[in-house]
C-alpha cells in the first residue's frame, strides 16, 4: 500500500461535508483557498472564517451511511490507518444523499456522492459553521487530485 498517495479521515470534531457543483449561482474556485490542518482545525475551528481546505488521508468510509473520516498525511505515515495518534488529528466528513442517516447538515445541504476509498489522499473544502454549541464544516467539495468526489447539490 503506497501510504504518500492516501488520505484518511477521522474524527474528534464531526464535520459536514457540503459539496458545491459550479453553476450560474456561486461558481467555486480553488485557488487561493487556505489549506489548514486537520490538528489546528480541530484544536480552535472558531478561528477560522470563509472558504477553507483540509487534505488528508481517508482511513474509514461509510458509502450507505455517507460519511468519512480522515487523518492528515503525516499523521497516516507515522500511524497508518489507526484512528490517530493525536486525537485532534481525525476528522468525520458527513455527506448526506437522499437519506440522512444522521440528520441534515446545519444548512440542510445533499450531496452527490462518489465516496473515496480507504488509503485515498483527498482535498476538502468548505466552510466552518456554529450549530449550537458546536461547529460543522458545511463542505463545498471533496476532490482527489483533479477529479470532484463529492459536491454539493
Not at 22 to 33: E, G, H, M, Q
Not at 133 to 150: H, M, P, R
Amino acid at each position: 500500500m503506497n501510504k504518500s498517495l492516501s488520505f484518511a479521515m477521522a474524527s474528534t470534531l464531526i464535520i459536514v461535508v457540503g459539496i458545491i457543483g459550479f453553476n450560474a449561482v456561486y461558481s467555486f474556485k480553488n485557488d487561493n483557498i487556505p489549506l489548514i490542518k486537520i490538528q489546528d482545525l480541530n484544536a480552535d475551528p472558531g478561528a477560522y472564517t470563509g472558504i477553507v481546505s483540509i487534505r488528508g488521508v481517508v482511513i474509514y468510509a461509510d458509502e450507505q451511511q455517507y460519511i468519512f473520516r480522515m487523518i492528515s498525511e503525516e499523521e497516516y505515515l507515522t500511524c497508518g490507518l489507526q484512528a490517530s495518534c493525536n486525537p485532534l488529528g481525525t476528522i468525520a466528513i458527513y455527506t448526506p444523499g437522499e437519506i440522512k442517516h444522521f440528520g441534515n447538515t446545519p444548512s440542510d445541504f445533499t450531496y452527490n456522492v462518489k465516496m473515496p476509498s480507504v488509503t485515498d489522499l483527498v482535498t476538502v473544502y468548505g466552510e466552518i459553521k456554529k450549530n449550537g454549541d458546536q461547529y460543522a464544516f458545511e463542505v463545498e467539495k471533496v476532490t482527489k487530485g483533479s477529479v470532484d468526489l463529492i459536491t454539493r447539490i
